[in-house]
T-cell receptor, first 111, second 119 residues
């Protein structure tokens, strides 16, 4: 079945870049997503990438997709304390509207 | 951006009570809505998928008589936790996808979640 894995924790200094990694198993996924969850809140869609793209940049966010290795990453430039949250990657299941979520990466930004 | 409103944000009630949670898409028509459950420090677990005007599709292991889902209009879906018990305490999150859905680049947008605590 589908499986999406992420590292559990990442700690970075304010102003540095953060890179959050994700691996997935379903090679037929159409879209891959990154969501942000702050404590006690729902999920905020940050960005998404179509499976035939290698890279997508949106302001401070850069998504890289290595389809051969089924590896997705999210780079946050100039990380701020307000970026501290849990980040989930998710893959769409082929021919459905469902998403499979990763385990989530807790990003902690320190001054 | 797309807005999904979920109410209530927090519920505390006694064991045996039934609790209804509403999920509304405020600025788009949601042909499909999803209900998730999230345990502390864990990822989201999909409970069911609901399409407007039809019965919800439940994931394996989710009791449909326990978690009643109604999607009566293109902007509203409800989840009712019937005869709730302490083990039903959790964070419940809904999401909505507009027409024509993920397969055509309509991402899911999430509500802010409902924290349910059963005493």
């Amino acid at each position: 079945g589908e499986d999406v894995e992420q590292s559990l924790f990442l700690s970075v200094r304010e102003g540095d870049s953060s890179v959050i990694n994700c691996t997935y198993t379903d090679s037929s996924s159409t879209y891959l997503y990154w969501y942000k969850q702050e404590p006690g809140a729902g999920l905020q869609l940050l960005t998404y990438i179509f499976s035939n793209m290698d890279m997508k940049q949106d302001q401070r966010l850069t998504v890289l997709l290595n389809k051969k290795d089924k590896h997705l990453s999210l780079r946050i430039a100039d990380t701020q304390t307000g970026d501290s949250a849990i980040y989930f990657c998710a893959e769409s299941i082929y021919n459905t509207d469902k998403l499979i979520f990763g385990t989530g990466t807790r990003l902690q930004v320190f001054p | 951006g797309a807005v999904v409103s979920q109410h209530p944000s927090r519920v505390i009630c006694k064991s045996g009570t039934s609790v209804k949670i509403e999920c509304r898409s405020l600025d788009f028509q949601a042909t499909t809505m999803f209900w998730y459950r999230q345990f502390p420090k864990q990822s989201l677990m999909l409970m069911a998928t609901s399409n407007e005007g039809s019965k919800a599709t439940y994931e394996q292991g989710v009791e449909k008589d326990k978690f009643l889902i109604n999607h009566a209009s293109l902007t509203l879906s409800t989840l009712t936790v019937t005869s709730a018990h302490p083990e039903d305490s959790s964070f419940y999150i809904c999401s909505a996808a507009g027409f024509p859905g993920l397969r055509s680049n309509q991402p899911q947008h999430f509500g802010d979640g409902t924290r349910l605590s059963i005493l």
